[in-house]
């Protein structure tokens, strides 16, 4: 018996993280006081009003059946009614809006839908590896779109060749954005708008922190630009939003067309989201906010801590914009594998090496808020003895 893996398997990226996992792994077995700055998962419960939705719903038999595939008409309707009055954009709950087992199911299976074996597929680095992989599975092509510093970490679409935005069938970005932490403006979304348009592309954005922001600034949706709805969709999460990554609720919004193609892959891949957790989500969606705003608090509590502590050691980090991550450059003379290493064996600190994101990510760790301030002060007492920066 050969279990050789499929050569879409074999094309994955290797994982560049082993040897780190390994020390991660020994500094753990030694008992050492490890603070976890690597893991994107909120560390605070789901509030208790959603629970108790989903505890009250579990006892109902008509849950206990298949799901229906678009979801629950009611769930589409809270997500459409959440995105009139969070966006100011109308959605035909019925055709434009698809409940998902979790926004990663809906960006690693949209490729199925469109994406035939050659096209193109733009993905900006560093990001999210889901994008990259289901272009992979595809056959597609994925064409990395560099995200620098000089262009506010925004893809320079005018730095795309001809014939590449000829070939391309399908487009990812994500604002606010994983890993690096900063929102685009509404005018970046009208040129991605334009250049789709242009070269006849498929825009998938991928929104998953929309609702994590701070100082009361909340990020636009790709929606809100006229035109939006004709080239693309927008992956909209419960995740991050109500602390509910173990849930797996998420939506696809906007284009019918592409939400039809990608309903129909996933009717041959699963049967619908658990309607009980359905019934959740429409507690979240539709109920008191206050829970949110609770959650905004304490993160926003949390940057200040860390971010304010880092640069009282020299680190010239930028307090993020949204999201829940902090984008902190290595010292000088410091790549970004050998500062998460020693964060690692000298202070007990797990932290991501941002080139894992990408090769663009080079010269920054990603640093999580998924832990109590007084942890992240911690943390950055432990990095001051160090004195790295
Ligand atoms: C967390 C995350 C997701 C996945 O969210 P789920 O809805 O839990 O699947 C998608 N995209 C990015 C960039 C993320 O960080």
């Known amino acids: 018996m050969t ?24 500094v753990m077995a030694a008992g050492k006081d490890v603070i976890n700055l ?4 909120p560390d605070m419960p789901t509030p208790p009003h ?16 298949y799901a229906l595939d678009q979801g629950k008409p009611a769930l589409r309707k809270a997500a459409a009614d959440m995105y009139k009055r969070r966006f100011g954009v109308t959605l035909d709950p019925d055709k434009e809006v698809l409940p998902l087992l979790g926004s990663k199911e809906g ?23 889901v ?15 560099p995200l620098k510093k000089e262009n506010n970490y925004l893809p320079d679409l005018d730095a795309i060749p001809a014939d590449i935005a000829k070939r391309a069938r399908m487009m990812f970005i994500c604002y606010p954005n994983n890993p690096i932490a900063v929102t685009a403006p509404l005018s970046f979304f009208a040129k991605v708008v334009a250049f789709a348009k242009k070269h006849d592309i498929l825009v998938c954005h991928d929104a998953a922190y929309c609702d994590v922001y701070y100082d009361g600034r909340k990020p636009p949706s790709f929606l809100e630009v006229p035109g939006a709805k ?52 429409i ?36 307090p993020p914009q949204a999201a829940f991550y902090v984008w902190v450059p290595v010292p000088k003379g410091m790549t970004s594998a050998q500062t998460t290493m020693k964060l690692l064996e000298e ?35 432990r990095i001051g003895k160090l004195k790295m920066y």
């Open 3 to 26: 279990t050789t893996f499929a050569q879409r398997l074999q094309k994955l990226p290797p994982y560049l993280f082993a040897e780190i996992d390994k020390v991660k792994r020994q």
């Open 38 to 41: 690597g893991v994107g998962d």
């Open 50 to 65: 959603i629970v108790k939705a989903l505890q009250d719903a579990a006892t109902n038999a008509a849950n206990h059946q």
């Open 107 to 129: 960006v690693g299976h949209i490729h199925l839908a469109f994406v035939n074996p050659g096209d193109i597929v733009l993905v900006p680095e560093p990001g999210y590896p």
């Open 131 to 145: 994008y990259h992989s289901g272009t992979l599975f595809t056959g597609g092509e994925t064409y990395w779109m």
């Open 230 to 281: 004709e080239v693309g969709i927008e992956f909209y999460s419960m995740s991050k939003t109500y602390n509910m990554t173990g849930w797996r609720v998420a939506f696809a919004m906007g284009n019918a067309d592409m939400l039809a193609g990608l309903a129909k892959v996933k009717s041959n891949l699963d049967s619908g989201i658990f309607g009980a957790v359905q019934d959740a989500a």
């Open 283 to 318: 507690a979240a969606l539709n109920g008191p906010q206050d829970c949110h705003a609770q959650i905004l608090k304490t993160y926003q509590e949390r940057r200040d801590a860390l971010c304010a502590g880092l640069r009282a050691l020299g680190c010239a980090v930028e």
């Open 347 to 381: 202070a007990a600190i797990v932290t991501t090496p941002g080139n894992g994101f990408g090769p663009c990510g080079e010269g920054f760790v990603r640093m999580t808020l998924t832990a109590p301030t007084e942890r992240l002060k911690e943390a950055v007492e």
